[in-house]
T-cell receptor, first 112, second 113 residues
Framework: GQQLNQSPQSMFIQEGEDVSMNCTSS?????WLWYKQDPGEGPVLLIALYKAGELTSNGRLTAQFGITRKDSFLNISASIPSDVGIYFCAGQFSNTGNQFYFGTGTSLTVIP | GAGVSQTPSNKVTEKGKYVELRCDPISGHTALYWYRQSLGQGPEFLIYFQGTGAADDSGLPNDRFFAVRPEGSVSTLKIQRTERGDSAVYLC???????????FGPGTRLTVL
């Protein structure tokens, strides 16, 4: 299957700090999604990106669809304790329109 | 509005047994997906339905796994002769169409002893 490399694997930050994580692929995608997953829950959609170069915000979250279509990043500004969780990127190919391939996740810990 | 629901939330079974996992998608969503998530990993695609038909089952690991969606709404993932390696969280997601973002259910945690 497709490999999506997500980095960093884990982050420990102080409350109030900004966070940046990214996802790279060996293949071109036409859609990138970012999800957050809490323990014992399913992933919750944060941001969806559909065009190369697109920059989209959702509150304190900002995500961008890379120009090469092979990468995406997610920024979280002014982190708060409830940002704790695992963040996953997911990409969808341009010629299938069906399955998404997921990264291995970035575990975020926010220290109050 | 109701989100995606999955039952049971937890299932413990013995090696060799048969299990069924159920998914109720968001009403009106035509696309339904099953994923498997192992500890410390991202969700791994199993099968995708568009309406009643399986449009892509390339992620099913072997013929012990089967899924149906007879009326284009509720779906059941069936696993025969379960093995310890089948232990994982099985996630279901639905989307309005196959080109829209997916919304996930809470998952079923399957443990095979």
């Amino acid at each position: 299957g497709q490999q999506l490399n997500q980095s960093p694997q884990s982050m420990f930050i102080q409350e109030g700090e900004d966070v940046s994580m990214n996802c790279t692929s060996s293949s071109i995608f036409n859609t990138w999604l970012w999800y957050k997953q809490d323990p014992g829950e399913g992933p919750v959609l944060l941001i969806a990106l559909y065009k190369a170069g697109e920059l989209t915000s959702n509150g304190r979250l900002t995500a961008q669809f890379g120009i090469t279509r092979k990468d995406s990043f997610l920024n979280i500004s002014a982190s708060i304790p409830s940002d704790v969780g695992i963040y996953f990127c997911a990409g969808q190919f341009s010629n299938t329109g069906n399955q998404f391939y997921f990264g291995t996740g970035t575990s975020l810990t926010v220290i109050p | 509005g109701a989100g995606v629901s999955q039952t049971p939330s937890n299932k413990v079974t013995e090696k060799g047994k048969y299990v069924e996992l159920r998914c109720d998608p968001i009403s009106g969503h035509t696309a339904l997906y099953w994923y498997r998530q192992s500890l410390g990993q991202g969700p791994e695609f199993l099968i995708y339905f568009q309406g009643t038909g399986a449009a892509d089952d390339s992620g099913l690991p072997n013929d012990r796994f089967f899924a149906v969606r007879p009326e284009g709404s509720v779906s059941t993932l069936k696993i025969q002769r379960t093995e310890r390696g089948d232990s994982a969280v099985y996630l279901c997601a639905s989307s309005l169409t196959s080109l829209n973002e997916q919304f996930f259910g809470p998952g079923t945690r399957l443990t095979v002893l």
